[in-house]
Structures are given as structure tokens and as C-alpha cells.
């Protein structure tokens, strides 16, 4: 495909993408979802294998179309996500392109040239929904590279079998830091080590709760009331099950961060040094934007300045589903629905009544 022309090219065949196209073809805009990944799922098929939502099922729905209840699980699976997903795209026969990976967008006169590992199109706009799973993020501790056993990410992270009878040191107090940290209790002398006391949200508080407590402050924001501080005024961690229970019997005590990394593992802030096979890194990501670069948008901090999900200096993109900064909660299945919503409805105005690509 040499030289192909459509009204929109969306960038990423996960959630995000998707949520744009089903608003997209509401809209009747001509349009093609270009999807790096070889089958449908996007991050959620790379997950490790206990990976669960922390919302149950109605509240982890894209627009349209409710993820049904999955039988015996309140929050459901990896795996319930990625069937759903897959159904969503073949139920709207949202035009998916797989596997492409773009390489590039640049300027093309009117036009938006979005260049591929199998063609370039020409497109009026771009939405980029690629997300963060693609860019792990580990932070530069010292001796990091001295360190002689196994370093891992939430993302290469699989089952506890893999440290069965191992000394493992898990980093990060979050959701993921905690999630596998107890997935790894009684299989692995586990320490999970957290750079500040970890916050557990009350127990029934869940995705739902965390979706609307966002979208309120993002509404306060726009109002131009106080900052309520959103989602972090209530903590950092959901006591999903797993986590409740090894958090409950006692098995889920974190201790501060260590100060630097040695050859044999940790050295603690009191000078001792714990012999480790591995340390599983649950410190977060970053927006994936490699193919953005060309644009040359992000300011010193690497940041792209928006206003909602459209780029300051680049009306013709739009970015959807990398955290709050592009829609509240819109890196959650139930949170890209409206940023979609809009990123669509904002592009279809620009487009105007009638209009239709070229060649």
C-alpha cells in the first residue's frame, strides 16, 4: 500500500484506537486503524498471566458496547479483556490494519503523511493511540548496571513459577508493584521495596470510584474551582483480591527504597546488602511517541502540549488514551470513551459536511 489516502489514520489498534474508531464511524468519517501488533488485544495480551481489572465488567466497557460478565470473576482476566476487544473490533468492522508499524508522521503541505513499515497514507488528521506499555520505564539507580542477576519489567513479567525458591526484590508502589508482589508471595522470598509508604485505597473503592473521582476533577479544573488533587488524594493502590489477601495475612510489607544497586543485589540505606537473583522493576511508563518525532512537538521536558486531545501546535493530531493529560482516566477502558467522543466530533468539524479524500 504505496501512496494510500483517507481522511484519518489512528495510530494503535488497542483500546484507545478503537474507542476512536467506533466514534469515528458513528461519524461517517472514512478512516484506518493501523495496528503495530499481529492479532487483536493490544497491551492487554502481553500482560502476566494473573493479571486482572480492577473494575468489574460493566464499568470497564467502551462506548457502545458493555464487556459482559465474565463467570466466576468480579474483576475480570487479561485474557476476558482481550476476547472483548477482539469482538469489539469484528462487531463495528472497524477497518484494523495488522501487523503495521509506523515509523514516522510528517508534514505534507495540507496533508499528514504517515509513513510505514508497508506503505505511507495521506491523511487530513491523525489520532495517536499507541499508549505507554511500549515504553518501560526504569529509573537510574546507582550500580543499576552492576547488578549481576536478572533485572525485569512489569512488562516481561510472566508467573511466580519463573522465581520459585529465588530471592526477588520488587520496586515500584503502585498497582502493578503491589499486584505482583503478592502474586509472588509463597513462591519467591519476596522484599517489595517503595520509594514512599504505599497507599491502599479503601477496599471498596475500585475502578469505577477511580473514573468518576477523575472525570469530578477534571470538571472542577475546567470550572475554575480548587484543585482537589483527584485520584491521588485517595491513595495509589486498589485492594483487588490478591493484593487484600496477602496484604491481610501480613505478607505485603513494604520497605523503603534501597540506595544503590551491587554486584550480588540492594544495598539497603543502613549499609547492608541482600544477595538477589532478581529485581522486577514495577516503576511505570512513559507515552510512546517515537513516531512523532518528525513533528518535532514536544517541549524540553518531552511533553506535547494539548488542549483537550488535539496538539497545540499540530491541529491535524490528536492524542488519546496516555493518562489524564489527554483526557480524565483516558487510559482506562471506561475512561477513553469520551476523549474519543471528542477527539472524533472535533475532527469531523474540521473535515466539514461532505468531505471525502482524494485519489
Not at 39 to 63: E, V
Not at 99 to 128: E, K, N
Not at 166 to 181: D, E, L
Request: aromatic share 8%; hydrophobic share 40%; glycine share 12%.
Amino acid at each position: 500500500m504505496t501512496g494510500t489516502r483517507t481522511q484519518v489514520v489512528v495510530v494503535g489498534g488497542g483500546q484507545a484506537g478503537l474507542a476512536a474508531g467506533y466514534h469515528l464511524r458513528r461519524l461517517g468519517v472514512d478512516f484506518v486503524i493501523l495496528d503495530a501488533q499481529s492479532t487483536p488485544g493490544g497491551a492487554w495480551q502481553h500482560g502476566w498471566d494473573t493479571l486482572h481489572l480492577f473494575s468489574p465488567a460493566p464499568y470497564s466497557s467502551l462506548p457502545g458496547r458493555p464487556m459482559p460478565h465474565q463467570p466466576g470473576q468480579v474483576y475480570p482476566d487479561a485474557a476476558h479483556v482481550v476476547a472483548y476487544l477482539s469482538d469489539y473490533e469484528k462487531r463495528y468492522e472497524l477497518p484494523v490494519q495488522r501487523p503495521v508499524l509506523v515509523q514516522g508522521i510528517h508534514r505534507d503541505g495540507p496533508l499528514l503523511q504517515v509513513r510505514t513499515d508497508s506503505g505511507t497514507w495521506s491523511a487530513h488528521a491523525v489520532i495517536s493511540a499507541t499508549g505507554t506499555w511500549w515504553r518501560p520505564f526504569v529509573p537510574a539507580v546507582p550500580g543499576r548496571r552492576l547488578f549481576e542477576g536478572r533485572h525485569l519489567h512489569t512488562v516481561t513479567y510472566r508467573a511466580p513459577a519463573d522465581f520459585a525458591g529465588q530471592r526477588v526484590i520488587v520496586v515500584g508502589g503502585g498497582n502493578s508493584g503491589a499486584q505482583i508482589a503478592a502474586d509472588l508471595t509463597g513462591h519467591a522470598d519476596v522484599t517489595w521495596a517503595t520509594a514512599r509508604p504505599p497507599r491502599f485505597l479503601a477496599d471498596d473503592i475500585d475502578g469505577r470510584a477511580l473514573f468518576d473521582t477523575a472525570t469530578a476533577r477534571r470538571r472542577a479544573l475546567d470550572n475554575g474551582q480548587a484543585d482537589t488533587a483527584g485520584v491521588a488524594a485517595l491513595g495509589d493502590i486498589v485492594a483487588v483480591p490478591p493484593v487484600r489477601a496477602a496484604r491481610d495475612a501480613g505478607l505485603l510489607n513494604a520497605v523503603p527504597m534501597f540506595t544503590r544497586l551491587t554486584a550480588p543485589g540492594p544495598q539497603w540505606p543502613d549499609g547492608s546488602i541482600t544477595r538477589t537473583d532478581a529485581v522486577i522493576w514495577c516503576t511505570g511508563f512513559r507515552p510512546a511517541l517515537a513516531h512523532l518525532a518528525p513533528l518535532h512537538l514536544r517541549d524540553r521536558h518531552g511533553r506535547i502540549a494539548t488542549t483537550g486531545t488535539r496538539a497545540l501546535d499540530e491541529p491535524r493530531l490528536h492524542l488519546l488514551g496516555y493518562g489524564d493529560w489527554t483526557g480524565p482516566a483516558s487510559a482506562t477502558l471506561i475512561g477513553v470513551g469520551r476523549p474519543a467522543r471528542e477527539a472524533a466530533r472535533e475532527i469531523k468539524a474540521i473535515l466539514g459536511p461532505g468531505h471525502r479524500p482524494q485519489g
